[in-house]
Structures are given as C-alpha cells and as structure tokens.
C-alpha cells in the first residue's frame, strides 16, 4: 500500500504526462498539413512523450545522471527548432532549414552543451543556469511567434499559452536549483501535472490551426519587445548566480543579505523595463544597428492615415493641432509648429510642446522662404555642411531642427517645424527626405482640404442667410399688398366702424408678422413652426378677401366641403397668397380665377384653375418650382412655388400641376386630413380668417 502512494505521489504526473503526448501525438498525425513545422511539433510531442515515460519509470531528478540529460536535451532543442521553423518560411525542406546559420549553429551548440554537461566538469548549479538561459531563449522565441502570428493569433494562442506555462514552470524550478544547488523535491513532483494540465490547450490549437507556416516579418517592436524579454531573462540569471554565491560565502548573514539583494535587483529591473528612455535608446540603438531603413513604413503610414481619418473637418476643433500631432508622430518627434506666411507675417497655426516663435526663429524661417520659396525644400539645421545652414544659424537661439515646406498650387503656403530630445533626432538622409516629402504633400492635400471646408462653410452660412433674407423680401411684399388694399378701401370706408376695426385688426397681425421677420434676420434662422387647427374655407376667403382682392381677376371661392387641418396658419396662407397670387398674375382681366375646396379620401383636395396663359411641360419640369427664377422680372422672387413646394411636401402632401399654353392652368394641393376634426365637434377651437 505503502509502494502504491508513493508510486502515486512521485509518478502519477508523468504518467498522465505521458498519456497526454501520446495522445497529441496521434491528433497530430489525422492533420492534413504537411510542412517543417509540423513534423518537428510532432517530433517534439513524441520527445515529450518518452521525457515523460522515462521519469515515471525511473526515480532519476533530472540532471543528474547521463540519461536524463539526454532526455532534457532533446526536449529542449526539438521545441527550439519547432519555434525556429514556424518562425521561417513554410515551405522549407529540411535540409534547408538545417543548413541556415542560426539552425545548424544551435545543433552544434546543444551538442557541445550535452557533451559538457553530461560530464563531471560542471558543479549541479551551473549545469541549472546553462539550462535556465535555454528557458530564456525559448520565452523568447514564443513571445516572437505570437506577436508575428498576425491574423492568425486565434489560432496559436492555445498552444503559445501551453507551451509558455511549462517553459515558465521549468524557469522557476531551475532559478530555484540554480540557487540552491539543488532541485526541490515537491516542484518536481508537480512538473507531470502541469504538462498533463497542457493537454486541453493542446487539442485545441490543433483543431484551430490551419496552416503551420508563418510569413515572418520582424518588425522594429518585436524586435524591442525580444529584446527587452531577452534582456530580462539574463539578467534574472544573473541575480539567480549572484544570490548564490552571496549566500555561499554570506555566512550567518547571508539570508538576510540574499534577501536584499534579490528584492533590490527585481526593483531595479521593473524601474529598467518601465523606463521610456531606456526603450527610446534601445529602439534607437536597434534601428541603427539591425535594419537597413530607419522607418516601418508601413506602420507608420498606417497611423498617419488612421489619425488623419480621425480628424472631423466639419466640427469646430482645432484641427491644425490635430494635424501637427499626425505629423510629428510619423516621425516619432514630440516638438513643432506649423507655421503659414500670410502676405509678409507668419501665422502660427497650431504648437507642439513648444512656445511661440521667438525672434531668432522668425529670421530663420523669413529667410528660409526668401531662399526657397520656388523649391520643395527640406531643411535639417544639425546639417553643418548646409550653406543655407551655415549663414542662417550662427548665434541664434533655435528650438528647431527639421523645417518642412508645405507647398500649395507651386508656391509655398507655410511650413512645418520639428524638434525632438537628442536620443530621437534624426538625420536628413535621401530616406528621410523622401518619407518627409511624401508625408508633407499628404498632410498639404489635408490642410488644403480643411480651407476648403471652411470657405464652403462660410459659403453655406452667407447662403442660407441670403435665402431667408429672400423669403423675408417676399413676406414683405404680402405685407405691402395688405397695406395698399386698406388704403385703397380708406376713402370709400373710413367712416365704416367695422372697416375700421378690421384695418385694425389687419395692422396687427402685420405687426406680428414684420416682427417674426425680424427676429428671423436678428436671430439668423428661420422661424419656428406653430400649428394650430385651421378651418381651410375660412382662410382661402380670408387671403382673397384682404390679400388677393386689389388684383383683377378677383378669386371666386367654391367650398364643396369645408376641411379643419392641423397646420402652421401663417405659413400656409403665405403659401395660398403666393399660389393665387400667380394665377392672377397669369391671367386677363377677363379671365377667371377658381379656387375650391373639398375632402377626398380622407384628405384635403384644394384646386386653383385660371383661365391665363399656361405653361409649357419644359417649363413645369424645368423652371417652375426652381428657386430665385421668376418670369416676373424685378417684380419677383421666384420662390412662391418652389416654398409652396417645399411646405406641401413638409406636411406629408402633394402639389401637381397641370397646364396647357394659351388655356390655362391647374395647381392641385393634397394635405392628409389626420389631424382633422369636424366644425361641429370643435367650433371654438377653429382659427378663422381675420
């Protein structure tokens, strides 16, 4: 009973260890994918399969004897050269993959290391910190293989993540032992549950997976993030190694000293890691010394094109800022201006972390555009074999480096400033100056965009305010022709109470309407709907009568039946005026003006018939309800019919027309009658004509 718990403590994980490879191992083998990488991950699953067989069988710790440093050995480089070859071209064969420098250099090196550390050269915890740096390497490569999976990371995910846990739990057991000396029984115990617990990941990311090859691209950020990853790892090492030997030759103080210096050492580490002018130096350091191009292109033309779509210009923002901002990130500064020359000054637009020009800067860039007004030039003032640098220069006191015309129909509109810490700066070489020069016509077609906004915004503005002030001109003719039909009616009526009473009453409502004008101009908008219950009848008598009445022929009103709509009363009697109104205008004295009211499925059916000269279709189709085209002359707007138009079609209505030259024409008006009540029902709330 006894041999059973402990063959359960010490095994039990292996054995479900070795269970779960086996078992991969075979899913792997019903994939169809036929590539480098995936027979290397099915070498490293059948690897981990006899690693795990061999420690449930025998009670070896590892390192600690010829086999089982084997055994590690080769786990550990078939996981390497699995990371390797899905970090390469999918399509290599093997031979080509072994005969890559860094491929066939990591064969021998492993070898070299078995060699060494299958012997007796190596004391236990030096043999554990060769091992440890080989966990570094391999977080390393994962991380790489993650961040370059691309759209893929779905799929990789689950086994990145199985992968990185039993890499990470083999780092913690070995810094443990390299500290030590020694490997810690119960963290071994443990080490065959947490391969087993992988098993889930596994299946999943082989059912996920549907092609083993990644197209590498390195970008500069992998290559920080590897690097600060790497960089980490050696350094954990090296705390690991240094807190050993503190406590193997620290005495009775050596807990408390090995406690210090640890705590100390990660403190220092997380401060290096969250340092920004530690990574700027290192990205620095890195693009100088390990790509042929300064930029990613491609991702730096990608966030100028994203932050450039982010910008509204139609909202009130301050864009330029905006824009600035765009500009100095494509090139990774934090300071600048954009400056435009206006006439003989400089405009400052928008600025960056920096203040005003001063005096210095002014005369710099005054004689910059004397020099290069007709030329697309750029400027880098840390260019001492620069002539124009030379003269320009010399005693001023200058916060820029980089000047970048912005140049607008061949002549030069303003122009860019940028500065940036020493770490950053960059020097103007042909490639700098072709990315700059590209990304100044870019943001130019972007400012020349926003003026163009802002004209047709200020065009828009000036329209729309000549527009009502056209329709308040009109308004003000309907005023006149209420004003001239009591003063003709004056000398035949002025001893009349009830003539007087309503010239009073017609002044007033002439009061209130002069005054919605007003308010309308003062205000610079239109004015606000009310809509009341309107008896139709009623009012098409009353515009005839005090309206339409000075005009020859006057209008005769049929009311088949009177109809109640919900409407804005002043506006449609406006509207009905200016439709009478023409039909008397197009038509002879002895002609006939007919206007009749009735309700026609549910809705009101309003008919203006004269007997004038009629239109053309060309001209209904063409001109008619076209504003400011008035075939009145000086004596029109030509805005009744195109408001009418607009106001009908507002209520949910119709207006159709129908004419014939030389016999007259039909406008019919159609307003749907939900609102509508009956006289009977609701006499007192019906708004009459005055």
């Not at 080769?74 to 970090?87: E, G, H, I, R, S």
């Not at 203040?355 to 002014?362: A, C, R, T, Y």
């Not at 030069?412 to 400033?417: H, I, K, P, T, Y």
Request: aromatic content about 10%; overall charge positive.
């Amino acid at each position: 009973m006894d041999n059973i718990l402990s063959f359960g403590l010490d095994k039990a994980g292996f054995v479900l260890a070795a269970v779960a490879y086996l078992f991969f191992f075979g899913l792997l083998l019903t994939t169809k994918v036929s590539n480098l990488p995936k027979y290397l991950l099915l070498a490293l699953s059948f690897t981990s399969f006899c690693w795990a067989v061999f420690y449930s069988w025998t009670s070896a710790l590892p390192f600690t004897s010829l086999s089982s440093h084997i055994i590690e050995n080769t786990k550990n480089v078939m996981l390497l050269l699995f990371l390797l070859a899905a970090l390469s071209k999918a399509n290599n064969s093997f031979s080509q993959f072994i005969r890559q420098p860094r491929v066939f250099g990591l064969l021998i090196l492993f070898i070299c290391w078995s060699a060494i550390s299958g012997s007796s050269l190596l004391s236990a915890s030096n043999v554990f910190t060769g091992n440890l740096a080989i966990c570094i390497l391999q977080l390393a490569l994962l991380e790489a293989l993650y961040r370059r999976s691309g759209e893929a990371k779905w799929q990789y995910k689950p086994l990145v993540l199985a992968l990185t846990i039993t890499t990470l739990y083999d780092f913690a057991l070995l810094a443990e032992s390299a500290l030590f000396g020694r490997i810690d029984d119960q963290i071994w115990f443990a080490r065959g549950f947490v391969y087993a617990a992988m098993l889930p990941f596994m299946i999943i990311a082989v059912r996920r997976i549907k092609a083993w090859g990644i197209n590498v691209y390195i970008s500069r950020d992998i290559v920080l993030q590897s690097s600060l990853v790497l960089g980490a790892g050696v350094y954990l090492c090296l705390l690991a190694i240094t807190g050993f030997y503190i406590r193997y030759f620290g005495g009775n103080w050596s807990n408390l000293i090995q406690a210090t210096f640890v705590i100390l050492g990660i403190a220092t580490l997380i401060f290096l890691m969250l340092s920004g002018t530690l990574r700027r130096k290192l990205k620095v350091f890195i693009e100088k010394h390990f790509f042929a191009n300064k930029f990613d292109y491609r991702e730096k033309w990608l966030l100028l094109t994203r932050s450039l779509q982010k910008i509204d210009i139609t909202g009130p923002e301050d864009h330029y800022k905006s824009l600035l901002q765009a500009w100095l990130n494509s090139v990774s500064y934090s300071r600048g201006a954009i400056i435009r020359f206006k006439g003989n000054d400089m405009v400052t637009l928008a600025l960056q972390q920096r203040p005003e020009l001063n005096s210095d800067e002014q005369q710099l860039l005054a004689a910059y555009r004397h020099n290069f007004s007709n030329r697309n030039w750029l400027v880098d003032l840390t260019d001492k074999s620069d002539p124009f640098v030379q003269n320009a220069i010399a005693d001023k006191v200058l916060d820029i480096q980089l000047i970048i015309p912005i140049q607008t129909k061949g002549s030069l509109w303003g122009v860019c400033v940028m500065n940036a810490p020493a770490v950053n700066k960059l020097s103007l070489n042909w490639e700098l100056r072709d990315f700059l020069t590209l990304v100044s016509e870019q943001i130019s077609s972007q400012l020349l965009l926003m003026q163009a906004s802002q004209t047709l915004s200020e065009n828009a503005q000036f329209i729309a305010f000549s527009r009502m002030s056209a329709f308040v001109v009109h308004d003000l003719k309907n005023v006149k022709a209420q004003i001239d039909l009591i003063l003709k009616n004056a000398a035949k009526h002025r001893n009349n109470p009830e003539f007087v009473d309503d010239s009073f009453s017609t002044l007033a409502a002439m009061q209130q309407r002069l005054q919605n004008m007003l308010s309308q101009l003062t205000n610079k908008r239109a004015d606000q709907q009310t809509n009341t219950l309107v008896s139709v009848g009623r009012l098409v008598q009353d515009v005839i009568d005090n309206r339409c009445a000075i005009r020859k022929p006057v209008p005769t009103l049929f009311i088949e039946q009177d109809c109640t709509v919900y409407i804005d009363k002043d506006r449609f009697s406006s509207v009905l005026f200016h439709l009478i109104d023409n039909a008397q205008h197009a038509t002879d004295l002895q002609g006939t003006v007919t206007v009749s009211v009735k309700e026609v499925c549910d809705q009101l059916q309003l008919s203006i018939v004269d007997t004038g000269c009629g239109m053309t279709e060309s001209f209904i189709r063409n001109r008619l309800f076209k504003a400011f085209d008035s075939t009145k002359g000086n004596a029109g707007m030509g805005i009744g019919a195109h408001d009418a138009l607009s106001f009908v079609e507002q209520q949910g209505g119709q207006l159709t027309v129908s004419s014939k030259p030389g016999q007259g024409t039909t406008f019919m008006l159609l307003l749907p009658l939900n609102s509508a009540v009956s006289l009977a029902e609701h006499p007192e709330k019906i708004i009459q004509g005055m």
